[in-house]
């Protein structure tokens, strides 16, 4: 008989592991032809070895913002981000992504696909088939290394992009929204797919999502981003919520009372009761229906 899950016990073994991603005081500002855009403000965060964090937050808190920004795609303005203790100034081999579009390259092959990292970072062409082979294998699509972009389905090809992302051996394999465009379906076996691919390959995830279920299914904590209210002029760190479930998880423990309230705690700081009243935007509307075939 196994032991009981205990929660306090497996955070405490995860703090204790090394820092590997922190962002200090770190901040985004847009610059436009109608002067800056702050983006976020006083992010502070840190992520451990192995660790899966999911990111949520209402629209404008700067969800993708921080993923690009820690990725190093995008510049901060203030403050500092540290993979394993060294600034990142740029995108580097350590770090890789997966946006939610997949954007392969249409003119190689899956194999292709996947190969280009390895290539580009000096492996040979033996080489970097077989590290190719070996990840396309880890999501389960060797059988389709000769296919071409366009002969796959929607989460085929983001299995691809994963492989793609892995093949480099990143240590933080950042993603942004990756299953947002898949049914639900699809999303569910990816979900599947990730957590089995982290469990077995040394990597840490921080996993960008709108989806409160996902959030939970996938994560050892949660980052929950507030939106720029009377407080904040940007995106800014509401709070992170540890995740006191075991693992790994599936879809029918959504139905759980636990899951649930966990949800409806997440539902409650993305979208507070008391948040400052914000006028709505109106669409123009002009009547095309015909007197008398009104439905309301």
């Known amino acids: 008989m ?3 899950f205990d ?20 901040a985004r500002v847009y610059e436009g032809s109608r ?7 006083h992010i502070d965060l840190q992520v451990h070895r192995r660790e899966f964090m ?6 404008g808190s700067g969800k993708s913002t921080l993923a690009r920004v820690l990725a190093g795609l995008d510049a901060h303005a203030h403050g500092e981000v540290l993979v394993d203790g060294q600034p990142v100034r740029g995108p580097g081999r350590d770090r ?4 939610q579009a997949y954007s392969l390259f249409p003119w190689r092959t899956v194999l292709g696909n996947v190969m280009f990292g390895p290539l580009m970072n000096g492996a040979g062409g033996d080489e970097a088939r077989a590290k190719a082979l070996q990840y396309l294998e880890l999501v389960g699509l060797e059988h389709l290394a000769d296919r071409w972009p366009h002969q796959l389905s929607g989460g085929q090809r983001q299995r691809v992009a994963i492989a793609r992302a892995l093949a480099n051996e990143p240590r933080i394999l950042f993603m ?7 049914d639900p379906h699809s999303r569910a076996t990816l ?3 990730l957590l089995d691919l982290w469990f077995n390959i040394p990597i840490t995830i921080v996993f960008i999502t709108h989806d409160l279920d996902e959030a939970i299914l996938l994560a050892d904590r949660i980052l929950v981003l507030g939106a720029p209210d009377e407080s904040h002029r940007a995106g800014w760190v509401r709070e992170i919520v540890e995740v006191p479930l075991p693992v790994p998880r599936r879809v029918e423990m959504t139905l759980d009372p636990a899951f649930r309230t966990l949800r409806d705690r997440l539902h409650g700081l993305i979208h507070p009761v008391h948040a400052p009243t ?11 229906a015909q007197a008398g075939d009104d439905v309301r």
């Open 2 to 4: 196994s032991d009981p």
């Open 7 to 26: 929660p306090a016990a497996r955070f405490a073994r995860l703090k204790a592991r090394p820092v590997v991603l922190e962002a200090r005081d770190v």
């Open 35 to 41: 002067g800056s855009s702050p983006a976020l403000e």
């Open 54 to 59: 999911t990111v949520v937050g209402p629209s």
């Open 96 to 99: 890789g992504m997966v946006f």
């Open 176 to 182: 942004d929204e990756p299953f947002g465009a898949l």
């Open 191 to 193: 979900q599947a797919n």
């Open 278 to 288: 914000v006028p709505k935007e109106r669409i123009p509307v002009y009547r095309m």
